[in-house]
């Protein structure tokens, strides 16, 4: 009572009440406005007041209007909506009425529901009040009512079709709808209606996140906008876009150029724009008739189009290098013809007749060119099959500028002869003269395989336990194991071959990684030899000792070799094989680490055991942890990989510091072709024990996989740094300079490998193509001396 009492006292309440009497509205509603600072409770006391006025004067919208703000004043936002629409039931076209219904939703746009019911009803009685637009526009937006927006905005567009920027928001509506049709018409009458609009129309289209390359609609459309608006390289671009998305748009790309051409007949980008697409085509007879055109309009424009033919077309095409051959001999431009004749000539099923008239207009117009195109004819009677013709068309040029080339030509004819007999003095002086070149190398390797393909497809046909023999050296040497392994088995225990065969299945295990059944094989065979035959016994029995090596049985390999300098003191590297490995730690008779190197695929992991524990673990002390690391090893070395790696992750939950067992784990997965997680592995394993030869050697195996090889020659050598003992990082070096063509010192770091003894087998296999000879049981079995320093170019 007393605060009722205070009201009424209040000056501010005094002068509003005064106000509302005189029907001052404005007036009345600041003093309570002013009031409410006061006393915010008192303003109730002020509704109450005006409630009461009002049923004197029901239909005062100015009344209505002063307790509508003061709700909104006092943010009670759901009776200010209620007082307006009672206002605009009584009156729906007031102006002020939709400024606050307007200004509520600025404020408060979860009340967009009734807000936007109340302006709905408002628009469709064709009240275009600006506070009514504004803000059913924005409610459209915000709450993304597209469809809504789009019959709003054309409503608009009819009452109001000169105002720019409806057109601009119907028409990114109907795009975002993928209405293109009608978004196009909109777009064309909005340029009817506003001249020089184009750039606009092009903003409203790319602006769009609907619009698809594969509209073909809007996107002709947009085309021809940036034809009009003169931007040539945005059409260019998007015609070439949608051509590369979809080869059935090219005759509507080529009728967009000609409609263009028709406004810009001269333009130097349209017309070659438009020969690029006709011989992208295939379309010949057309292209060649346009550049015909241009050479007789101006020579320079000839120049200008070769030069777009080179920059710009992307795929080799026998057509390209026809009209380009074709232009340069028009021009008399000699050399250039002669250089795309080379390049045309490496093209499949090129017709040799053309080439051959080409090769000839040339030597009949100019001399400068005569040894190189001698070259060519040899190509071309290789393409012909006409492979003797070709390495006698080839002889003449040796020891010109033209002798690597010509030789190696000779050699792929040979490779296609499949034959060594008449032509190994031509492959030894090939490889004399370039004897670190990949290209020969490898050319010689595809010989050897297809020579000894076709004796295998030759000796198949009268299959006996003598060509059973030949056919299992054959697969032996071509690489193919397991063939070779089924073949020596055929041979039964009565024949000649047949010790030799089971000693060839221990070194086909061998070169497996199946160590346990090379020595087990090699233990059941030694028995069965000569006594007198001591050579033979002496290579079985360091095949054996290597076999041991690997299995991680280091003590009694070293027991397999010493027995060998009993019979044989100079037996090839034996005396500092044995040196080495009585050089490591493996005191324990265990061992810790497995490690590898690829075969002859570089992508195959061949995992072996090293005694060497890692350089800076020699003092972790034994743990729990080791039983399971231990475990590991045996299963990789069963070749039992899943169950390893559960063991080595085993171990690193009982002993998290156990290095050991990180770089094991990556050791499986370098073998399961995952580089990246042995990375991660080993960058925990480098934490732990840093600057260490192991795990730099297996970081170097890792970027081998990735063919990442200047990062694993890097690690390799910090690894030698470190350990300058230790085979595998010396062969694995040399893999990664051969694969970075980098053949002279591959062939060093081989070397040095082999000579430490243990990885004998896998550098045979590396270079044993160089040899043109048959291979036998001794030079599979043993290490014996191999040439490595070849002639240096």
Request: hydrophobic share 40%.
């Amino acid at each position: 009572m007393q605060i009722q009492v205070t009201y009424q006292n209040n000056k501010t309440y005094k002068l509003g009440i005064i106000s509302i009497k005189q029907q001052q509205y404005l007036e009345a509603l600041e003093q309570f406005k002013s009031f409410y600072h006061q006393y915010p409770h008192g303003i109730y006391q002020v509704l109450i007041f005006l409630y009461k006025e009002l049923r004197i004067h029901f239909d005062s919208l100015e009344l209505r209007m002063v307790i509508a703000e003061i709700y909104i004043f006092i943010q009670n936002y759901t009776e200010a909506i209620q007082e307006l629409e009672d206002i605009l039931d009584l009156n729906i076209n007031h102006p002020q009425a939709y400024y606050l219904i307007n200004k509520i939703y600025q404020k408060v746009p979860q009340f967009s529901y009734p807000i936007q019911i109340m302006l709905e009803k408002a628009f469709s009685e064709k009240i275009f009040d600006s506070s009514v637009i504004d803000c059913l526009s924005k409610i459209y937006i915000d709450s993304k009512q597209v469809n809504k927006k789009i019959g709003y905005y054309s409503t608009l567009i009819e009452h109001f079709p000169d105002r720019s920027d409806y057109y601009k928001v119907l028409a990114l509506s109907l795009l975002e709808k993928q209405q293109y049709t009608k978004a196009i018409s909109i777009l064309k009458n909005y340029l009817s209606k506003f001249k020089k609009s184009h750039v606009d129309v092009i903003n409203i289209i790319e602006k769009s996140k609907t619009c698809t390359p594969l509209n073909t609609n809007i996107n002709s459309f947009l085309i021809e906008l940036y034809f009009n608006s003169f931007q040539m390289d945005k059409a260019l671009s998007l015609i070439e876009q949608l051509c590369s998305q979809n080869p059935n748009y090219f005759p509507d790309a080529i009728q967009q150029i000609n409609d263009a051409l028709k406004t810009y007949p001269n333009n130097h980008d349209l017309l070659f724009y438009q020969i690029k697409l006709l011989l992208r085509q295939d379309s010949l007879i057309d292209a060649c008739e346009k550049i015909k055109q241009l050479v007789n309009l101006t020579p320079s424009y000839v120049v200008s189009l070769i030069q777009l033919i080179q920059d710009n077309f992307l795929h080799d095409n026998y057509s390209i290098y026809d009209i380009l051959i074709f232009l340069y001999i028009k021009n008399k431009d000699y050399t250039h013809a002669y250089k795309q004749l080379t390049l045309l000539i490496d093209i499949p099923n090129i017709e040799i007749s053309m080439v051959q008239a080409y090769i000839s207009t040339i030597k009949s117009n100019s001399n400068q060119f005569d040894l190189e195109l001698a070259l060519l004819t040899a190509k071309l009677y290789y393409l012909n099959k006409e492979y003797e013709t070709c390495i006698n068309t080839c002889r003449p040029l040796f020891s010109t500028s033209l002798d690597k080339d010509s030789r190696l030509l000779c050699l792929n004819s040979i490779n296609q002869l499949a034959t060594i007999i008449d032509y190994k003095e031509l492959i030894y002086n090939t490889l004399e003269l370039y004897p670190f070149n990949k290209d020969i190398h490898e050319s010689i390797q595809l010989l050897q395989k297809n020579v000894i393909d076709s004796e295998v497809i030759k000796l198949s046909k009268n299959m006996t336990q003598k060509n059973d023999y030949l056919l299992g050296l054959l697969n032996l040497r071509n690489d193919n194991i397991f063939a070779a392994i089924e073949h020596f088995q055929l041979i039964s225990s009565d024949h000649d071959n047949f010790i030799n065969a089971q000693l060839l299945i221990s070194r086909c295990f061998l070169e497996l990684g199946k160590f346990k059944m090379a020595y087990k094989q090699i233990e059941r065979t030694l028995p069965q030899l000569d006594p007198s035959n001591i050579a033979l016994i002496n290579k079985s029995t360091y095949l054996m000792g290597i076999s041991k090596f690997h299995l991680g049985l280091f003590e009694s390999a070293v027991q397999n070799l010493e027995s060998i300098l009993e019979s044989d003191v100079n037996f090839t590297h034996l005396r500092s094989n044995i040196d080495l490995i009585k050089s490591y730690d493996f005191s324990s008779k265990e061992c810790h680490l497995i490690s590898g190197c690829f075969l002859n695929n570089f992508e195959t992991l061949h995992i072996i055991a090293i005694p060497t524990p890692l350089t800076v673990n020699s003092n972790q002390s034994i743990s729990f942890a080791y039983p399971h690391n231990m475990s590991g090893i045996q299963f990789c070395i069963d070749q039992n990989y899943n169950s390893a790696k559960s063991e080595f992750n085993l171990c690193i939950q009982v002993d998290p510091k156990m290095v050991f067992s990180y770089c094991n784990l990556a050791v499986i997965e370098l073998h399961e072709q995952n580089p990246q997680n042995a990375i991660e592995l080993l960058e925990k394993a480098n934490l732990i024990s840093p600057n260490n030869d192991t795990i730099f050697h297996l970081y170097g195996l890792a970027y081998l996989l990735k063919k990442e090889f200047k990062l694993a020659i890097d690690y390799f050598q910090q690894a030698l740094k470190l350990n300058g003992n230790q085979p595998l990082y010396y062969l694995n070096l040399g893999d990664a300079y051969y694969l970075s063509n980098h053949l002279l010192l591959a062939f060093e770091y081989w070397k040095k490998s082999y000579s430490l003894g243990t990885l004998f087998y896998i550098i045979q296999r590396r270079i044993n193509y160089l040899s043109l000879e048959s291979f036998g049981v001794s030079n599979w079995i043993s290490i014996e001396p191999l040439n490595f320093d070849l002639k240096k170019e």
